[in-house]
């Protein structure tokens, strides 16, 4: 199968966070889970769960097709603290603009801050602030955001690209993956989120 030119979106299981991206795989099926660098730690913390969204044809024309649908998506959240891109096209979120202008250019620093890993491989200051966050949350309000969490999760409804094996989205991987498919080529089918 040729290599495919798409728009995606990464949530997380345990958090409400999301990334919108576009994506040209070098090869068919590659897993690309975008590329942050303020928020990186958020993916080696928390466990994201890629979402496809539109696929373009695998041309010039396609990838300038997806880059504008990712700023039409990224565009109305980029301020939202929940969102996590940081600039669209040459437009800058506030917050990037803002740490940006603390300390000079942000990504450096950013970068040298999880530089220190764990034993297990884990950013040190990812779990620093994976922890602050924990801290000031009620146990309550732990509780309601596992809760939402797992309820978006095992209600959502996903089917492979491939042959169209539905599913949720980790039986649908599996799925994928005792075939000899890529496990990321599914699509959500249903979103089932319930408060």
Known sequence: MQPRIYTYKVTFEEIPHWYW????????????????????????VYTPVLQILEIFSCNEDGWKKAQEVENR?????????????????????L???????????????AEALHLKKDPNGKSIQ?????????EVMTPQQKTE??????????????????DGFTGRACSVALHNKANGWDPAARVKISDGFTN
Do not use: F
């Open 145 to 162: 955001r596992s809760k939402r969490a797992a309820n978006s999760t095992n209600s959502q409804k996903w089917k492979s690209a491939v």
């Open 126 to 134: 990812g779990l620093k602030n994976a922890r602050k966050l924990n």
């Open 95 to 109: 917050s990037s603009c803002s740490e940006g202008g603390k300390k000079g250019d942000g990504r450096p620093g």
């Open 21 to 44: 991206g576009a994506h040209k795989e070098s090869k068919y099926g590659e897993l690309y889970l975008g590329s942050p660098s303020t928020h990186a730690w958020m993916w080696e």
């Open 73 to 93: 998506c990224i565009k109305p959240d980029l301020n939202n603290p929940l969102c996590l891109n940081e600039h669209y096209g040459s437009v800058i979120s």
